[in-house]
């Protein structure tokens, strides 16, 4: 079944402002994940989040946790058009034989 | 350079033909995936095989059929293909970063895809 899911389905935004995408899940989870998806391409990882963790950041990329609320949110600063893509989020149990359950997506577009 | 690699990037056939789609990854990965994303861009696992052992198999029908036959290669064999088997589908693979000293990651790499469409 399906684990995540995400809001906004779609976000549309200016160069250099901020995306914030939310996940929510429903089971316990060792880790969450983001991966981003360009068009008709296939999934890059982004980063990871454990549930231990907070917060974690990457460059532009911030993402919170909150696992009493089973939820996520990957926040994009000063976005640029490159980051226009689909961002998936994906839960883990931690082991690597193990599947991820993913999200819905949030499909972003970044104006120039 | 390319780790996951799937052949062919689109595949375009008749309703009840047999086909395969093919996947290599060169990470070094002991465990490897297939995942199926419909027209919604929702994606769900299809299957896992860790050291050419099947893993994880989703309730998928049995007309797909992996076969691992190195743990660098886990190839998709579809038979009888129907309309809704038209998708995109990936293949993915992660490694067990360790134990002792490191973190256990799940992170999964994942190629660039398979679109089916099936007529």
């Known amino acids: 079944s399906q684990q995540g899911e995400e809001d906004p389905q779609a976000l549309s935004i200016q160069e250099g402002e901020n995306a914030t995408m939310n996940c929510s899940y429903k089971t316990s989870i060792n880790n969450l994940q983001w991966y981003r998806q360009n068009s008709g391409r296939g999934l890059v990882h982004l980063i990871l989040i454990r549930s231990n963790e907070r917060e974690k950041h990457s460059g532009r990329l911030r993402v919170t946790l909150d696992t009493s609320k089973k939820s996520s949110s990957l926040l994009i600063t000063a976005s640029r058009a490159a980051d226009t893509a689909s961002y998936f989020c994906?839960?883990?149990?931690?082991?690597?034989?193990?599947?991820?359950?993913f999200g819905t997506g949030t499909r972003l577009q970044v104006f120039p | 350079d390319t780790a996951v690699s799937q052949t062919p990037k689109y595949l375009v056939t008749q309703m009840g033909n047999d086909k395969s789609i093919k996947c290599e990854q060169n990470l070094g990965h002991d465990t490897m995936y297939w995942y199926k994303q419909d027209s919604k861009k929702f994606l769900k696992i299809m299957f896992s095989y860790n050291n050419k052992e099947l893993i994880i198999n989703e309730t998928v029908p049995n007309r797909f059929s992996p076969k691992s036959p190195d743990k660098a290669h886990l190839n998709l064999h579809i038979n009888s293909l129907e309309l809704g088997d038209s998708a995109v589908y990936f293949c993915?693979?992660?490694?067990?970063?360790?134990?002792?000293?490191?973190?256990?990651?799940?992170?999964?790499?994942f190629g660039p895809g398979t679109r089916l469409t099936v007529l």
């Open positions: 994906a839960t883990g149990r931690g082991y690597n034989t193990d599947k991820l359950i």
């Open positions: 993915a693979s992660s490694q067990e970063l360790g134990i002792s000293g490191g973190e256990i990651s799940d992170t999964q790499y």
